[in-house]
């Protein structure tokens, strides 16, 4: 069974993204993905999905759409109010999709960014092995390019009948970020922690940071204190990752996010730890973060307890891929 969603309204930069294109980086191709890639894959999983089929990936104001056919959806990562023929409809669940009904997003409760998971996926080619869309190229996703007034999104072919909702496991809820807070995210020390000041160290670690309008996939820039260098001494352009904190000539640091490039030649001061970068890609403009430094050895517990509670999901679902 397959199907289309007409797009009445786009929403604010709506795309399609996976798990991110890998192996070509050395050619200037950034991975892309989802810039929250807990929230996508728990959409995926709770749609009965495997977690690298692509979501729909909707930042503030979400997209008003139309199902032609019936199917199932999951919603997970921020709570934009999204409603379903008018009524509330419930985040981190499987939903039964009447053919014909409109789902729309209204008010920002928590986060930035939410992912909608279909049954089945979204029928959209591959590039480079990845659905996911990276604008700037204008390639991937749907078109190379944020959704449209009067797009037609095709959905997969899925087989089997459709199956109960399944709420959400214990265990398994996403990190809630609410505005006006102070999100604490935790990171390990950077290759080049010790090139920074001793006050710059503990202004890292103390200091309260808010995102900067200037922001975007491929990075966060942060407003606050500005960090000085111990030395002069300039780099050699070295590889980056996804959370990557950089620190330029300003001394305001610079959090890479998923459209990072692949290399960089300003310092590294330190590394948000993986199941944090969903924080971070929570986190709108102005909102306020603080540092918190963890060990290496803290950090890959906490990575390996979670993909053990997101295999228990799984299996719990009965989702084998």
């Keep these: ?28 191709v950034p991975v892309c993905g989802a810039m929250d890639e807990w929230a996508h894959r728990l959409a995926n999983l709770l749609a009965g999905n495997a977690q690298d089929e692509a979501t729909l990936e909707i930042v503030l104001m979400g997209p008003s759409l139309v199902f032609e056919n019936a199917t199932q959806i999951a919603i997970a990562g921020a709570d934009l109010s999204p409603r379903l023929n008018g009524e509330p409809v419930a985040m981190h669940q499987r939903i039964d999709i009447a053919a014909g009904s409109q789902l729309e997003f209204g008010r920002r409760v928590n986060g930035l960014r939410a992912y909608l998971a279909v049954r089945g996926g979204f029928a959209v080619d591959p590039v480079m092995g990845s659905r996911s869309t990276y604008v700037r190229g204008g390639f991937g996703g749907f078109q190379g390019r944020a959704l449209r007034k009067g797009d037609v999104l095709p959905m997969a072919d899925f087989a089997g009948a459709f199956e109960p909702a399944a709420p959400l496991p214990a265990g398994c809820e996403m990190p809630s970020v609410e505005p006006g807070a102070v999100t604490p995210v935790r990171v390990t020390t950077g290759e080049h922690w010790s090139r920074f000041t001793p006050e710059a160290q503990a202004e890292f670690a103390a200091a309260v940071y808010k995102i900067s309008p200037q922001s975007d996939r491929m990075g966060y820039r942060l407003e606050g204190p500005a960090l000085q260098r111990a030395d002069s001494v300039e780099l050699i352009s070295e590889a980056m990752s996804f959370g990557t904190i950089q620190v330029p000539a300003d001394g305001l640091p610079i959090v890479l996010m998923a459209e990072r490039h692949s290399a960089g030649g300003y310092l590294k001061i330190a590394h948000v730890i993986s199941v944090d970068l969903s924080l971070m890609a929570q986190l709108a403009p102005q909102q306020a ?33």
């Design 289 to 321: 973060l603080r540092f918190e430094r963890v060990s290496l050895e803290e950090a890959q517990t906490l990575y390996l307890q979670r993909e053990q509670r997101l295999a228990q999901l799984r299996a719990s679902l009965g989702v084998t891929a």
């Design 1 to 28: 069974m397959s199907g289309r969603i007409q797009v009445l309204k786009p929403g604010v930069q709506s795309q399609l993204q996976d798990l991110g294109r890998f192996g070509f980086q050395d050619l200037g």
